[in-house]
Each structure stands twice: as C-alpha cells, then as structure tokens.
C-alpha cells in the first residue's frame, strides 16, 4: 500500500474523530482499530486483507459525507480518487498566499488537469460563436466548480443565466501576472474564473457592474458556500472573476 494513500485514508478517519494519530501513512495499531470503527467494512468476508479493509473504510466515509467514491469494494480506483479530490477541495479557503505550496507551480499540468462541464449552453465572451461545453482548470478545485456550475444550474432559469451574462465565459486558467502587478494571477494556477468581463470590467465598483445586481446575489452565495471569493464582494472591484482561495 502505498503510504500517500494510507495518509489519505487517515485524514477521511479522522472526520468524526475515528482517528486520532498522526498522519504519518503507517497502518498502524490505532489506523486498524479506526477501520475497524467503520460500520460499511464490518462483516464483509470479500475485503481480503488490511489494505482494502483501509480502502474501504476512506471509501466509506467519503460516501457518508456525500461524496460518489463508487461501491465500497477496497480498491482505490479514479472514482474513489475524484471523490478524494473533490473532499480535501472542501476544505476551502486556501489562503492566496499559500498558492504555490497547496496548488504547486504556477502553470504546471495541474493547473489544467481538472475539468468542468458547464451545464448550460455558454460561449467564449470574446468570440461568441464559440460554443464551450466544458473548460479546464487546476485538478484540485475541479470538483468544488462543478458543484458550483451545478447548483446554479439548478437555481437560475436559461433566460437569466443569459440575462446575467453567466453564458459569457471570461477564462479561466492563463499564465499571467496580475493586471497592473507583477505577482502571479490566480489564473495562473487555474483557480480563478470570469465572467461576461464587458459588462464587468475590472475597475468598475457595484455602480456600474453587472454581476454586483440583486438577482446575482444567489450566484454568489453559491460560490461563497464552495469556499471561493468574489473580488466583487470582498473589494469592491472584478466583479468577473471568483477564485478557490481567499485573500
Ligand atoms: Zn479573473
């Protein structure tokens, strides 16, 4: 077993405090009797040996707090890793500057290796023939966006989702800096996304942006319940773009 795993299977143990160790990826005395606590994995003769004992336990927890791991069978497989993803996501927010440390460098393959669909028709803001089905982002906030474009696709009607200019992608991941600055752009790691940027511009206040309206105010809390910030809320400027880390 790999040890990564182990400590991940630790972390989900130690919800509801069925672990209490460290995270140090030993299957340990205390990691066994933690799995042992897990009612899923009691009496079940068909999790042959420790290891998927352990994996079924994580399995087991991720699906008691709402997360699709696939069946409690023991083997860790995408489905279960997804679900892992898209649980240590929600543990949003991430502080800005801890960036580079939680999502690693700045453009690297992870930045693009998560994907989202968007669940309405949407269109690149810049190019409007141009319909956009799904888009990527850094693999880690992946999951938390999803949810996010879901249950807002669940709230809003077509009409004003296009009313509010949330069919008008501004992008996503891009390997910038800031505008006017130097430091990296949250986009840079693919944790950022905008929205209808025309009617949204950057150093336009709550006077003159869109998505600073009344009928947004769901959209929002939407993204605040994921964990992710609006510069449009929290400064009063971009009221496009929403991030998977804090200030
Ligand atoms: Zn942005």
Redesign the pocket.
Known sequence: MYSDRVKRVQRLLRVEARYTGAIDGITGARTLSAVACVPEVRNRPDLIGVDRQLVAAGQAVLASLGHDPGPVDGHWGPQTDAAYLAWSGAGLPWRQADMASRFGPAGSARCTAGRVTVPWRMVLAWDTAEVITSFSCHELVAPSAQRAFDRIAAIYATSQIEDLGLHLF??CF?HRTKRGGTSL???AYGI???FD?ARNRLNWGKDRARLAHRDAVPFWDVWAAEGWTS?GRARDF?W????AVGL
């Open positions: 501004g992008g891009n752009s949250t986009h950022a996304i905008d940027p510069l971009d496009m773009h929403v991030q």
